[in-house]
C-alpha cells in the first residue's frame, strides 16, 4: 500500500509515529504501508521507495521544517506533483478544517478519487459540505473514501451506524459528541467551580484550545451531528437546519441543582425523524440516570442510535487527542484494506 500524506500537524506527525511502531500487527495483517510523500504547507518529503518513518522521525525530534529532510525533502514536493507521479494507492488527508469552502482538502478530495486513488480523511470541512457529491466521485472511479476519524476521533461513531445498523432505518441520533464541553461540565461538578474557571483549567490542561468558541459555543457538536445526520440518515442538510446553544451561560448553581436532582447536564446534538420531518438541535440537557449518555464524563464522548428494527445502539468511549485520531486513521486505511466498502 503506497501511501502520501496530506497535511503534517500533530495528526500526521502520530500517524507516521504508529505507522512505524505498528509493523508487527501490519504484518500480522499481510499489510506493507509505505509512506512515499509528506506533504506539509511549504513543501515536503518524497521517496519513490518509501520514506525511512524511523530515520525521519528522528530527524523531525530536532527539526520541525520537513523540506530540510536530507533524503528526500524539497519545496518542490507538492500535492500536484504526486498526482503527477501516480505513485500512490491512498491519500491521507489532513489539512486543518474549513468549514466555509472545505479548502484545501475539499481539491486534494476530488481530485485524488477522481484520479482512482483511495482517501482517508480526519478533515470534516469537505465532509460536511459536499459528502454526497464525494461518494459519488468514489463510486465512479471504483475507489473508497474513509471518514471515520471526523465525528468523535476514535468513537467509531460513523461505522457503528452504518455497519451495525445495516439494514434499520435510523430514527434519532443523540450524541456527547465534544470532550472539551463535556470536561469542562465535569470540572464544574466535581469541584463547584464556574464556567470560567473550569474552562481556564481545560486550557490550563490541553484539553481546550485557547481560542475554545467552537466548543463552547456548540459549533463543534453541531458540525459533528450534522455528518452523521447527512451520511446515517441519508439527509443533506446545513448547519443552518441546526438550532444550536452551548454552555457559556451555565452557572455552578444549575449545575449543583441538577446533581441534587440525581441527573447530570451534557452538551447533547440531537436529530430527531418525526412523521417524515428532522428536527435538530444542540443544546445542554439534563439526562437521568436510565439514560444510555448519562455516564459519559470526562474527555469521554458518546452516541446513541434508535432504529426502527433494530433497537437502540449506543456508543461510548473513543479516547481523545492526536494519537487517537491517527489511529482511528490508521483504523480505516486496515478495514479498506480488509475489503470493506465505505463507498458502495
Known amino acids: 500500500m503506497r501511501v502520501a500524506i496530506i497535511g503534517y500537524g500533530g495528526v500526521g506527525r502520530a500517524l507516521v509515529q504508529l505507522v512505524s511502531s505498528k509493523k508487527d500487527y501490519l504484518h500480522k495483517e499481510g499489510l506493507q504501508i509505505q509512506v512515499n510523500y509528506i506533504i506539509g504547507r511549504d513543501g515536503g518529503v518524497y521517496n519513490k521507495e518509501g520514506i525511512d518513518l524511523e530515520d525521519f522521525m528522528e530527524f523531525g525530534a530536532k527539526q520541525r521544517d520537513i523540506i530540510k529532510y536530507p533524503k528526500g525533502g524539497d519545496q518542490g514536493v507538492s500535492f500536484n506533483k504526486m498526482l503527477q507521479n501516480r505513485d500512490v494507492d491512498f491519500v491521507i488527508e489532513l489539512t486543518p478544517t474549513n468549514k466555509e469552502t472545505g479548502e484545501p482538502g475539499m481539491n486534494h478530495i476530488k481530485r485524488s478519487l477522481e484520479q482512482g486513488i483511495n482517501v ?4 470534516k470541512g469537505p465532509i460536511l459540505l459536499a459528502y454526497k457529491e464525494l461518494k459519488n466521485i468514489a463510486i465512479k472511479n471504483h475507489v473508497q473514501l474513509g471518514i471515520g476519524c471526523t465525528t468523535g476521533g476514535a468513537l467509531p461513531s460513523i461505522n457503528g451506524g ?3 445498523l445495516a439494514g434499520a432505518e435510523i430514527l434519532s441520533i443523540e450524541g456527547v459528541l465534544n470532550g472539551t464541553t463535556n470536561f469542562i461540565i465535569n470540572e464544574m461538578e466535581n469541584k463547584g467551580i464556574t464556567y470560567l474557571e473550569a474552562l481556564e483549567n481545560a486550557k ?3 484539553i481546550a484550545e485557547t481560542n475554545s468558541r467552537l466548543d463552547v459555543e456548540g459549533f463543534d457538536t453541531a458540525t459533528k451531528l450534522l455528518i452523521l445526520t447527512n451520511i446515517l440518515m ?8 441546526i438550532i444550536i446553544q452551548g454552555i457559556t451561560k451555565i452557572t455552578s448553581e444549575e449545575v449543583k441543582n441538577c446533581l441534587d436532582e440525581g441527573n447530570k447536564y451534557k452538551l447533547l446534538g440531537k436529530t430527531v425523524k418525526e412523521n417524515g420531518k428532522i428536527r435538530m438541535t444542540v443544546k445542554l440537557e439534563k439526562l437521568d440516570p436510565t439514560h444510555p449518555l448519562y455516564g459519559v464524563d470526562g474527555k469521554n464522548k458518546g452516541v446513541r442510535y434508535t432504529s426502527d428494527v433494530l433497537g437502540d445502539l449506543t456508543i461510548i468511549g473513543g479516547a481523545s ?3 487517537p485520531a491517527a489511529a482511528s486513521v490508521f483504523r480505516d486505511l486496515i478495514n479498506i484494506n480488509r475489503g470493506y466498502r465505505f463507498c458502495r
Do not use: F, P, W
Open 120 to 123: 482517508v480523511t480526519a478533515n
Open 162 to 164: 452504518s455497519i451495525d
Open 204 to 206: 490550563e490542561l490541553g
Open 234 to 241: 441519508d439527509e443533506e442538510k446545513s448547519l443552518q437546519d
Open 321 to 323: 487527542g492526536v494519537i
